[in-house]
């Protein structure tokens, strides 16, 4: 079954830079549109950067000039560069995998999250 792993989380101070990664398998990764969600305590998830598998990519409104997203397929990874961290910012980080085919459905894969917290 596909699994996600994300590492690259911790504390940093606010104007602090992280990058995150996450790394598949059992998957055919390069097939898969890649995206980073949050969740801050109390609040909904929500979709910070996305990346298809072409290689465009969209951002949250809020991290737009912040946050950069990368992909290398070689690697079986995508990556989520953080800079000019705001405390707002603090969440859990969630990598996800994402395929729709017209015959087999529906593909979505979860990683386990990992914390960033921006904090002086």
């Known amino acids: 079954q596909g699994q996600l792993v994300e590492s690259g989380g911790g504390l940093v101070q606010p104007g602090g830079s992280l990058r995150l990664s996450c790394a598949a398998s059992?998957?055919?990764?390069?097939?898969?549109?890649m995206g980073w969600y949050r969740q801050a305590p109390g609040k909904q998830r929500e979709l910070v950067a996305r990346?298809?598998?072409?290689?465009?990519?969209n951002y949250a409104d809020s991290v737009k000039g912040r946050f950069t997203i990368s992909r290398d397929n070689a690697k079986n990874t995508v990556y989520l560069q953080m800079d000019s961290l705001k405390p707002e910012d603090t969440a859990v980080y969630y990598c996800?995998?994402?395929?729709?085919?017209?015959?087999?459905?529906?593909?979505?894969?979860w990683g386990q999250g990992t914390q960033v917290t921006v904090s002086s």
């Open positions: 990346i298809i598998n072409g290689g465009s990519a």
């Open positions: 996800n995998a994402f395929r729709r085919h017209s015959i087999i459905g529906v593909r979505n894969y």
């Open positions: 059992g998957i055919m990764f390069s097939l898969y549109d």
